[in-house]
Each structure stands twice: as structure tokens, then as C-alpha cells.
């Protein structure tokens, strides 16, 4: 029961990916708030969790009023909100020169433009509880070029950066989670754990006795 206590926002959660991460939370402990265009889905997910621990919120990750009730949806549980994870997403094949302008303005909205507004709206209340955690789901085509899908790999990519714009700075839950079976599928791997060095200075210098807090020019007495 490692989550027990916390709240979740998940978009997507009525498929694949958040469906799977849903019955993980709620298996922990979490109270959630699954969020998808398909109420139908969503319900059906629902009415397989344990009574009380899910809510429900149909609506359209672009869209802020959508989003702004999604995150109201969640803090309707206790007034918190402790993690989000960002999950909703789609991925139609398309090249550079074949690609309908429609289509790729649309993968970007909801790739893209959707985290950034579930970010913009937790994470005010995630500091006013005192901190939480948000899990960016993206993927290999974020670090990978993926051929004939261009709108995707060039949304999840920028999904990876946005993501390390609002990057949290914790190492031991890190450490747990390599120790943990839950790391079984990583391997070869690497995890930055560097308090966020490698996104602000890339030469290092955060990490030297006069760089310790970022913009730091004199040594710590």
C-alpha cells in the first residue's frame, strides 16, 4: 500500500497504459481520477476498482475548461492532489511531406499541449499540499526517430523537455524504485538522479563546491 493517502489525476486512463496504471494505484492505496474523451470507457474501468476509490471525469485534455475540471474532479477526493500522470495521447503515422497540417496540429495538442495544461493547473495545488509527483508518460519515438511518424516523435520529444522544465529534484525514491521489482523491465538503462544539473547546466558546474545551489558564483562559507 505505498500509495495510501494519495490522490491521482490520470489522463488516458480509460485505455491501454492508464487503464494499467489505474488498477495499479488503486491496488496501492490511491484514490483516483481517471480522465478520458469516452465516458463509456472510463466507466467501464471504473466498475472494476474497489467502490470509492475511482472517479470519473470525460473531457478533452486540449481544452482548458476540460482540464480545470479534471483537476477539480480529483481534489473532490480529500482537497489534495499528489500525483498526476499525463498518459493521453495518440499515434498516427504520417512523413514530413505526407502529412495532413490538421493532423499534425492535433497530435501536438494532445501529445503536447495537453501535459503542459494538466501541469499549469496541478501544480499549484500539488505546492499548496506540500509537493507531489508528476509522471510524463512519453516514449522511445521521444528519443528515437521513428520512420513515417513525424508528429509523434517531434511531440514526445518535446514532451521529454517540458518535462525536464518542471523537473522535481528527489534522488532516493529513485534509488528505491531501481531496487524495487517495480525496475524489472529496465536495463542497460540510465537514470539521471543529479538534482536537475544535467537540465540547467549542462557543463557541470551545479555540481562544483561553487555551484551547489544554481547561480551561485561564490563559494559556500
Not at 475511482?54 to 482548458?64: A, E, L, R
Not at 513525424?150 to 531501481?178: H, N, R, W
Not at 529496465?186 to 547546466?201: E, F, K, P, R, Y
Request: proline letters at 4%.
Amino acid at each position: 500500500m505505498r500509495l495510501k493517502g494519495k490522490v491521482a489525476l490520470i489522463t488516458g486512463g480509460g485505455t491501454g497504459i492508464g487503464t494499467a496504471v489505474a488498477e495499479r494505484f488503486v491496488a496501492e492505496g490511491a484514490k483516483i481520477c481517471i480522465t478520458g474523451r469516452r465516458r463509456e470507457l472510463l466507466d467501464k474501468v471504473a466498475q472494476t476498482l474497489t467502490p470509492g476509490s475511482v472517479k470519473t471525469c470525460p473531457g478533452d485534455v486540449t481544452k482548458v475548461e476540460d482540464v480545470e475540471r479534471m483537476v477539480a474532479t480529483a481534489l473532490a477526493f480529500e482537497g489534495r492532489l499528489d500525483v498526476v500522470v499525463n498518459n493521453a495521447g495518440i499515434d498516427p503515422g504520417g512523413t514530413v511531406t505526407d502529412l495532413d497540417p490538421d493532423l499534425w496540429r492535433k497530435v501536438i495538442e494532445i501529445n503536447l499541449t495537453g501535459p503542459f495544461l494538466v501541469m499549469k493547473a496541478s501544480i499549484p495545488h500539488m505546492i499548496k499540499g506540500g509537493g507531489g509527483s508528476i509522471i510524463n508518460v512519453s516514449s522511445l519515438g521521444g528519443l528515437r526517430c521513428l520512420p513515417g511518424m513525424a508528429a509523434y516523435c517531434t511531440s514526445k520529444a518535446g514532451l521529454i523537455m517540458l518535462t525536464k522544465q518542471a523537473a522535481p529534484d528527489e534522488v532516493s525514491g529513485g534509488c528505491v524504485f531501481l531496487a524495487s521489482d517495480d525496475s524489472s523491465f529496465m536495463t542497460g538503462s540510465v537514470l539521471l538522479l543529479d538534482g536537475g544539473a544535467s537540465v540547467v547546466d549542462v557543463s557541470g558546474a551545479a555540481l562544483s563546491s561553487a555551484g551547489v545551489n544554481w547561480g551561485v558564483t561564490e563559494a559556500p562559507k
